[in-house]
C-alpha cells in the first residue's frame, strides 16, 4: 500500500522523486540470521545489510546512484566483513571516466562496463541484472576487468503476505567461480538471492526459503551434471598409463617407470613400463611424470560447487566436518551415482548447543538428552563420528562422547566455550578441530566467550606465550598420552593473521593469476582488523606461535590430520606446504595426505596408494613432489573411480585458467 501511495504521489506531483523500500531476511539453516533494508529515492539507495551466523557476519553500508542505463555513476561502502576487517570502498564515473579505491588499492578505466563492488550487500546482483537486461545479449564489460553475463531461467510464482509475485530465475556468470542465482520480480526487483544452503529473500515471504532452496540446488545439479557429461571420460576396455613414477608410502620414495592398469574402478595390476599392452587397451603416457594416490581433505563442508574442485585437485576423498544433513546425503547419491563428479566423502555428524551464537547446521540440542539423541541419530545412519561445536554446554559433553564410543563412533570438535582442551580431553574427545582452539585455554579466561569473533582475535595473545611453560606442556604431555589427534587447519589461520588490504595473499601467489577477477579482489581484501596500534605485528606473530605449537606436537607424535576448512582444492595444496614449517619433509606430508589419512579412517585396504585391487584414484603430474613439494600444484590428470578427468577440462568450466595440458591418449586398438 505504502508503495501504490508513493507512486500516486510521484505521477501527480512531478517535483516529488519516487521512493521505494525493499525489506529483506537473510535466512541459513532455516534460520533468519540477518537482513538488508534498500531505500530508493530517485536515483540513489542506501542500503543496510547485517548477518550474524555463528557469532560473525558481515556489517555494510552502501550508497548508490544509478544513470538512466541503470549502471552506477557512485557508489560508497562502509563496515565490516565477516571475520572483522574494515570496509571503506568508493566508485565514481563522469562520463567515461571511473575512478575506484577499494581494499587492492586505486583504480580507474575509461572503458565502457559495469563497475563490479568488492564488498557489496546481495543488493548489488539486482543492479547487475537488470543494467544486463538493457545490454544487447545480457552481457557488458566489468571494471575492473573480466566479462559479466546474465543467462535467464523459468519464471514461476511464489506466495506471502503481498500476495502471489511471479519471478523469474537469472545466472549472473563471470564474477566468481560459480553463477550468482537471483530471482527478480516483474519489475525486475530483486526478490531473492539464493543458494541451496542460504537465501536472502524479501520480507514476507520467507515461508518460501526452503523450496527456494531446494529449487537451487536443483539448478545447481543441472549444471554440474552437465560439466560432468563434458569433462567425464570413461573407456569400454582397460587404461594402461606408461612412463610413471609412482609414489610408494611403505618407503616413502618414488618407484622406477612403471604401467599401471586400470579395469572399470579398480587397479587391475602394477607392472614393469615394458610389459606389453593387450588388444583393446587405451594407453595414457605419463611422460615419465609421478603417480600419487588420490588424497584426503579431512576438513570439508562439501557442496556441489566445489566437489569437481576437489577431484581437479588430486583429492579423492574428502572428511565432511559439518552440512545440512539433507543436503549432503543427496550430494553424496548425486556422486556415488556418477550423476555429478565429486570426491567419495566421509560423514561428520554435526552437533551444536542452541545459543545466541549457535552455528545453524546439523542438529541443534538444548539439553543433554537431547544431545545423546542427536548421538544416537548420527549412529544410526553410520557416521563415522560426531563433531561438537562451540555453544554445545561442556558438562554434557562426557555422556555424548560414552555414547558415541558405544555406537563405534570418533569425537572430534572445537572447544566449547568457557571450558578447554584439558577439559574436552578428559571428556573423551579423539580429536580436536583447529589449532587456535587447541591454543586458546592458554591465553584466555574461563569467563571470556569463544562463541563470537573473540576466538579469532584473541590469537593477538599469543606471542606473549611461553610453549616451555607447565600449562602449555600439561596439555601436549595429554594429546601424547591418550593418543589425542588433531585438525590444526594451518591454512585458515595464515589467512586470518596473513592476508592484508592489497596484497595477493601468501598461500596464494601460485595460482591468484590463473582465477576469476571477483575471486582474486576478494582474496586481496584483510579478513581480520589489524588497524589498532600494534595488532599487525601480533597477528602475524600469532601464526608463527602456531606454527611452533603444531611443531612441538608433530615433534611428539602427536598424529596431525591434514584439513582445511576453507573449500579444499587450491588451498588444500596450500595447507600441505605449511607443514614444511612445522618440521615436516615432503615425502611425509604426502604419506599422511594419503596412506596415513586412509589408514586413520579404516579405508587403507582399499584407498591411499596406488596397489592391485585397490580403487583407481590418483593424479598424474609431470615433476617429482619429493624434491619439490609444490609440484603437486601442477596436475595434468586425475582418476577417481576409474573415472578420468583433466583439469585443463575442468578449470575453464568455472572460470580458471588451466595449470597443464593432458596427457596424449592412444585409443584402443581392435582386438
Do not use: C
Not at 593473521?497 to 596464494?508: E, F, S, V, Y
Not at 611443531?551 to 576453507?566: K, N
Request: no cysteine; hydrophobic share 40%.
Amino acid at each position: 500500500m505504502l508503495q501504490k501511495i508513493a507512486l500516486v504521489l510521484a505521477l501527480s506531483l512531478p517535483s516529488l522523486a519516487l521512493a521505494d523500500t525493499f525489506t529483506y531476511s537473510f535466512i541459513f539453516g532455516e534460520k533468519k540470521v540477518g537482513h538488508l533494508t534498500a531505500d530508493t529515492k530517485g536515483d540513489q539507495t542506501t542500503i543496510d545489510f547485517d548477518v550474524k551466523n555463528n557469532g560473525r557476519g558481515p556489517t555494510i553500508a552502501e550508497s548508490i546512484t544509478l544513470d538512466a542505463a541503470g549502471l552506477p555513476t557512485a557508489w560508497t561502502l562502509k563496515g565490516s566483513t565477516t571475520f572483522g576487517s574494515k570496509i571503506a570502498e568508493h566508485f565514481t564515473r563522469k562520463g567515461t571516466h571511473s575512478e575506484w579505491l577499494d581494499s587492492t588499492g586505486k583504480g580507474q578505466s575509461t572503458k565502457t562496463g559495469i563497475y563490479l563492488a568488492q564488498s557489496s550487500s546481495p543488493w548489488a546482483n539486482g543492479i547487475y541484472a537488470r543494467a544486463l537486461l538493457k545490454s544487447p545479449d545480457m552481457q557488458m564489460p566489468a571494471l575492473p576487468g573480466g566479462m559479466l553475463r546474465l543467462e535467464k531461467g523459468e519464471t514461476f510464482n511464489v506466495q506471502g503476505s503481498g500476495g502471489p509475485i511471479a519471478v523469474t530465475r537469472y545466472d549472473l556468470i563471470g564474477i566468481n567461480l560459480d553463477p550468482e542465482t537471483i530471482l527478480l520480480d516483474s519489475a525486475n526487483n530483486l526478490f531473492a538471492d539464493v543458494d541451496a544452503s542460504s537465501i536472502l529473500v524479501r520480507a514476507g515471504y520467507e515461508g518460501e526459503e526452503k523450496r527456494l532452496r531446494d529449487m537451487a540446488a536443483a539448478w545447481s545439479s543441472q549444471r554440474f551434471v552437465k560439466i560432468e557429461r563434458d569433462v567425464a571420460h570413461t573407456f569400454a576396455g582397460p587404461i594402461r598409463i606408461r612412463n610413471v613414477r609412482l609414489f610408494d608410502p611403505k618407503s616413502s620414495a618414488l618407484t622406477p617407470a612403471m604401467s599401471v592398469l586400470v579395469q572399470g574402478k579398480v587397479i587391475a595390476a602394477v607392472e614393469p613400463n615394458d610389459s606389453p599392452a593387450t588388444p583393446g587397451e587405451t594407453t595414457i603416457d605419463g611422460a615419465g611424470g609421478t603417480l600419487i594416490a588420490g588424497m584426503y581433505e579431512m576438513h570439508s563442508h562439501l557442496g556441489q560447487s566445489d566437489a569437481l574442485l576437489q577431484v581437479a585437485a588430486g583429492i579423492t576423498t574428502v572428511r565432511d566436518m559439518g552440512n545440512d544433513n539433507a543436503v549432503l546425503h543427496e550430494l553424496i547419491q548425486q556422486i556415488d551415482s556418477g550423476t555429478i563428479g565429486g570426491p567419495h566423502v566421509i560423514r561428520s555428524g554435526f552437533i551444536e548447543g542452541k545459543s545466541p551464537f549457535s552455528a545453524n547446521n546439523g542438529i541443534l540440542v538444548d539439553s543433554q538428552e537431547k544431545a545423546i539423541d542427536a548421538v544416537r541419530w548420527y549412529g544410526a545412519r553410520n557416521f563415522w563420528q560426531i563433531k561438537i561445536y562451540n555453544s554445545m554446554t561442556p558438562a554434557w559433553v562426557p555422556a555424548m562422547t560414552k555414547e558415541a564410543h558405544l555406537l563405534g563412533m570418533r569425537v572430534a570438535g572445537h572447544i566449547p566455550a568457557f571450558s578447554n582442551a584439558d577439559a574436552m580431553i578428559e571428556a573423551g574427545y579423539d580429536e580436536i578441530t583447529h589449532i587456535n582452539q587447541f591454543a586458546l585455554g592458554w591465553v584466555i579466561q574461563p569467563t571470556e566467550d569463544t562463541r563470537t569473533l573473540f576466538r579469532l582475535t584473541a590469537l593477538k595473545r599469543l606471542p606473549a606465550l611461553d610453549l616451555q611453560s607447565p600449562k602449555v606442556q600439561h596439555t601436549i604431555n595429554m594429546m601424547v598420552e591418550r593418543k589425542i589427534a588433531i585438525d590444526p587447519t594451518l591454512g585458515i589461520h595464515e589467512q586470518l593473521t596473513q592476508r592484508r588490504d592489497g596484497k595477493i595473499p601468501p598461500g596464494a601467489v601460485d595460482y591468484f593469476d590463473h582465477m576469476p577477477i571477483g575471486w582474486r579482489r576478494d582474496n586481496m581484501k584483510a579478513l581480520a582488523d589489524t588497524s589498532a596500534p600494534g595488532d599487525d605485528q601480533a597477528y602475524r606473530q600469532a601464526f608463527d606461535k602456531l606454527v611452533e605449537v603444531v611443531r612441538m606436537l608433530h615433534d611428539r607424535g602427536v598424529f596431525i590430520v591434514f584439513g582445511t576448512d576453507t573449500g579444499g582444492s587450491f588451498s588444500y595444496h596450500r595447507e600441505l606446504e605449511l607443514y614444511q614449517l612445522a618440521g615436516m619433509t615432503p615425502a611425509e606430508i604426502l604419506k599422511r595426505a594419503t596412506f596415513d589419512s586412509a589408514h586413520y579412517v579404516g579405508q587403507d585396504q582399499r584407498l591411499g596408494s596406488i596397489e592391485k585391487g585397490k580403487l583407481a584414484d590418483f593424479f598424474l603430474i609431470p615433476g617429482d613432489p619429493i624434491k619439490n613439494l609444490k609440484a603437486i600444484k601442477t596436475i595434468s590428470m586425475v582418476l577417481k573411480d576409474g573415472t578420468v578427468y583433466y583439469p585443463s577440462e575442468v578449470y575453464p568450466k568455472f572460470g580458471i585458467q588451466p595449470f597443464a595440458p593432458p596427457p596424449k591418449v592412444t585409443p584402443a586398438s581392435a582386438p
